[in-house]
């Protein structure tokens, strides 16, 4: 191990502050760069849906398995939209074996409620027939490598896995009392459009870092994540930091944000 290597693991907020002095970053991006994206959809063949998704180092892939149930009794005409994250010890050292993690939990979570709230893909559209028959759609995002910003890796995993999905035609059946579905004829999620969240981490109050690295996660002092559908924000979170402080940086990440919403989009067309 070099000396360099050894001073940042020891020292790892001077490293990180020698190399923000400068205006730059470990990897060597600018502050508010993020990092390079690739995209692949369809990878998975056994899933009703599916997407690969890089972000520098980086790794979710992420399936989509569709099944038919019955709906609950105060919602019969609602599916079910049914977000996982499973971030292994495999992925980074981290990380134990056993059950899911605190922080798989709490992204599951986040996931789903971004995707609830977005309102892409209502749980209406998933009903077969009203109180009989319901989509329920399983959203298992793998992370295969870890290195920080998670959420905005797996969501865009989960958006491109859900546009990538085909659902058999299906009907309810009356006389024999069960729905059926077609071997030949599918239809898509008809999702028009996706949310991206956009993460920032703040370092000393003043510095916002675009897309942290598992390096950096740590040192940060608070995050900020802006989620964007279309040209709208349609959520703006805070973890940790002093509010005041935080709120005078929202700006500058809202526009940040919305230059990243373009390329990504850019890159979604073309794959990489």
Same mark, same amino acid.
């Given at each position: 191990?070099?000396?360099?290597?050894?001073?940042?693991?020891?020292?790892?907020?001077?490293?990180?502050? /020698?190399?923000?002095?400068? /205006?730059?970053?470990?990897?060597?991006?600018?502050?508010?760069?993020?990092?390079?994206?690739?995209?692949?959809?369809?990878?998975?063949?056994?899933?009703?849906?599916?997407?690969?998704?890089?972000?520098?180092?980086?790794?979710?892939?992420?399936?989509?398995?569709?099944?038919?149930?019955?709906?609950?009794?105060?919602?019969?005409?609602?599916?079910?939209?049914?977000?996982?994250?499973?971030?292994?010890?495999?992925?980074?050292?981290?990380?134990?074996?056993?059950?899911?993690?605190?922080?798989?939990?709490?992204?599951?979570?986040?996931?789903?409620?971004?995707?609830?709230?977005?309102?892409?893909?209502?749980?209406?559209?998933?009903?077969?027939?009203?109180? /009989?028959?319901?989509?329920?759609?399983?959203?298992?995002?793998?992370?295969?490598?870890?290195?920080?910003?998670?959420?905005?890796?797996?969501?865009?995993?989960?958006?491109?896995?859900?546009?990538?999905?085909?659902?058999?035609?299906?009907?309810?059946?009356?006389?024999? /009392?069960?729905?059926?579905?077609?071997?030949?004829?599918?239809?898509?999620?008809?999702?028009?459009?996706?949310?991206?969240?956009?993460?920032?981490?703040?370092?000393?109050?003043?510095?916002?870092?675009?897309?942290?690295?598992?390096?950096?996660?740590?040192?940060?002092?608070?995050?900020?994540?802006?989620?964007?559908?279309?040209?709208?924000?349609?959520?703006?979170?805070?973890?940790?930091?002093?509010?005041?402080?935080?709120?005078?940086?929202?700006?500058?990440?809202?526009?940040?944000?919305?230059?990243?919403?373009?390329?990504?989009?850019?890159?979604?067309?073309?794959?990489?």
């Amino acid at each position: 191990m070099s000396e360099i290597s050894i001073y940042q693991r020891l020292h790892s907020r001077a490293y990180l502050e /020698k190399f923000l002095e400068q /205006k730059l970053r470990p990897d060597g991006r600018g502050l508010d760069e993020f990092r390079p994206l690739q995209v692949t959809q369809g990878s998975i063949s056994t899933a009703d849906g599916s997407a690969l998704v890089r972000l520098g180092e980086m790794t979710v892939v992420c399936g989509v398995k569709a099944e038919i149930s019955e709906p609950d009794l105060d919602l019969p005409n609602s599916g079910f939209i049914v977000p996982n994250v499973e971030i292994s010890a495999i992925c980074a050292a981290r990380f134990k074996p056993g059950p899911p993690s605190e922080e798989a939990q709490i992204l599951s979570e986040q996931l789903n409620q971004i995707i609830l709230k977005s309102g892409v893909l209502p749980p209406e559209s998933l009903c077969i027939q009203p109180g /009989k028959a319901v989509w329920v759609l399983y959203i298992d995002a793998i992370c295969i490598n870890y290195d920080g910003n998670a959420l905005d890796a797996t969501l865009l995993a989960m958006m491109l896995a859900l546009t990538n999905t085909r659902l058999p035609q299906a009907r309810y059946d009356e006389e024999q /009392k069960m729905t059926v579905a077609s071997r030949v004829d599918s239809r898509t999620l008809g999702i028009q459009d996706i949310p991206m969240s956009m993460t920032f981490g703040i370092f000393q109050s003043e510095h916002v870092l675009a897309d942290a690295t598992a390096f950096e996660e740590p040192l940060l002092d608070s995050n900020i994540t802006v989620v964007l559908l279309g040209s709208k924000a349609i959520s703006v979170s805070q973890w940790g930091g002093d509010t005041r402080t935080v709120s005078v940086l929202l700006e500058r990440c809202f526009k940040i944000a919305q230059n990243r919403q373009r390329i990504v989009l850019k890159v979604i067309q073309t794959g990489s």
